[in-house]
Each structure stands twice: as C-alpha cells, then as structure tokens.
C-alpha cells in the first residue's frame, strides 16, 4: 500500500489540475506555493448557461472520490448515498465537483507530494495549511474549469467549514450553502483530541521527524492510535452502547490480558490498521492543524455575522442532536450570525444517536433536507421549473 499510496499523492486516479510558477497559491502562513495541483473528480453534466455546479467539501480525512470507488481500499465514494443519478446532490440534474484539499494525500499538493525543488516528499517543509488555503485553491481550480459561479457549496466537518470560508471569502460566488455538522471555530477539546492523534503521530519511532519516506518506512502504529482517538469523537455514547456495550470479542469470558477481549477495542484497532492503508501520516498533522486554526470570527474583529456581509447565499444549516464534536450550540452561532447579516436561512436539528458521522450514513431525514433545499435553490436560480421539481419527487 506504501508505493501505490506515493503514486497516488502525485499522480491521482482521477482529474489533475496543474498550477505553475506564473499561477502561485498565496497561503496564509506566508510563502507562495507554487507549482501545485488539485486533485479532483466530476460527476454529471454542466449545462449551458454553467449555473448548476456544485462544489462537495470533504471532511478531515475524506477525498475527491465522492461518488466513486477508492482507488486504494476499491470502497464506494464516501457519500454515494448523497451524490448520484437520482440521488438528493442529483447527477443527471447538476455537475458536481469534488476535488482533494491541499495538505491531502490524493493528488492535491501536500506533505506526500514532491516538492519540485529537491525531489524528495514535501514532509515537514510544506507551508501550514490554513481552511482559507483550501479554499483559495479549489477558486483556483473553479476558474480553471470556466465557472464564475457555484450554485452551491455543501459540506460536513471540516468540509462545512470550507462552506462558511467560501461565502467569507467569495460572496458573490457561491448561490447556496450548505454547512453541515460543522462550527464556526474548533474548540479547545477539539484541539485538544487533535494534539494527541498528532502527538502519537510524532512518537512514533518511524515518523523520522517527518522524513519517514526517505526512509522506506512508515509510522503507521502512531497514525492508527491517532485513528482510534479521533474515530470515538465521531459516535456518540448512545451508538457506542447500543452497538458494542460491553459484549465480549469471540470470547466467554475475559482473558485477563491485554488483548482486545471488548467488541469495541476490537472495532477501534480495526478502524485504526485500515486508515492507515489509505492515509498519510503527515496529511493527518495538515489537516487537523488547519481545522485547529478555523476561527471565522476572528478573521472579521471578533464578529461572526461580519463574515457574511455583502453576500446574498441562501443557507441550509445541518445540526445532529447526539453530535458532541460540533454540537447543535455550534450551528445555531452560524445561523444567528446568518440572521443578524440578513442572509435568507433555514435551520434543521436532527434527531439521531448515530454521532458526527450522521452526515456520512442513511439518514432518511438528512437526506430529505439536504433535497428539499437543492429543489428549493434550482427553482430560485431557474435551473429547474417548479412543476418538474414536482414530478421529480
């Protein structure tokens, strides 16, 4: 998995989009970056008039492949329940974009990547990411594919934060929105989980100060641990007992070892040895640290609501009531803040135990949501005619 995950930093199983010296990528911690590439896959057809492109964020680990088979583990795209033929983000009805963050490991310039100037991987000597670099690369790559404006933007996590910094930093780019279990900043805790799946990174004898490729080797026991810490802030309590409780793993009786006798110690090591298969090392410490970073209100004096002045988005906003990660207190910041911009918004809480990652499984009621409102905008925006909209449902 090693070399085809090398290969795949440089050259993707999908679309590339290459930026050289005369097109740099100003990041936020100061240096110019450039040459770089965007990785990224397309789905559906854009139309004529170029208004029905939506752009699809991904979440902290996640990628291009959206809606079509992992090159690496040949999974299904991460949202395949979202984006499709006849799916709520409908491909026979938009063009949908999805393209891998700077910092990533899946085609997008980061850490993985070689940089140019000595041949080797970036590691260490890649200017921080900031969500704001994410960003301005992907309007660098909505430019390249000739559209001037996205008729929406929709993403959970760190991918709706990606949402709330593209009607910040392009009000007049982005038509509708669509954040979901995300937050207008990264707490203390979340920082805190953070710092310790990047701390077991780093202790990991094979990180090598982050030159571990250099060295044939991989950390992959310290990004597993980073795996499992960060993975039990994606459930929720309720999905935890209801799923795994305190049962036994092929077991009648405890080993009194330290072995995985719980079912959940069981699941966790699992969810841990397979990311590291289809993830970089030094990519977690990228992304994680850019999230860490978010503080939309700070970039406007402190005051949330200045972030969305002079746009005219509509809003979809997404909460998940067993969501402790981004709780609901979260969203309602972004929706108050969205009101007091006179921005047109609507707000839905969703009753759930299955925990952050609600916004990744059958929701029936997230699905619902996330329809009515792209039915709702293509309607506003002319992209579809109220009556098939109606024939459609």
Known sequence: MAIISVQEADNPSSRIARFGPEKPLQMDAGPLLAPFSIAYQTYGELNADRSNAILVCHALTGDQHVASAHPLTQKPGWWSAMVGPGRPIDTDRFFVICSNVIGGCMGSTGPASTNPETGSPWGLDLPVVTVRDMVRAQAMLIDHLGIETLFCVAGGS???????????????????????????????????????????????????????????????????????????TYLSEGALQRKFGRKLQDRVAPTFSFDADFQIENYLRYQGSSFVDRFDANSYLYVTRACDYFDLAADYGGSLARAFVGAATRFCVVSFTSDWLYPTSDARLIVHALNAATLPVSFVEIETDKGHDAFLLDEPDFIATTRGFLESAAIARGIVQPSKAAAAK
């Open 158 to 232: 760190m991918g709706g934060m990606q949402v709330l910094q593209w009607v910040a930093s392009y009000p007049d780019r982005v038509f509708s929105a669509l954040p979901i279990a995300t937050a207008p900043k990264h707490s203390a805790q979340n920082i805190a989980f953070h710092e310790v799946g990047r701390q077991a990174v780093m202790a990991d004898p094979d990180w090598r100060g982050g030159r571990y490729a250099q060295f044939g080797v991989r950390p992959t026991k310290g990004l597993a641990v980073a795996r499992m810490a960060a993975h039990i």
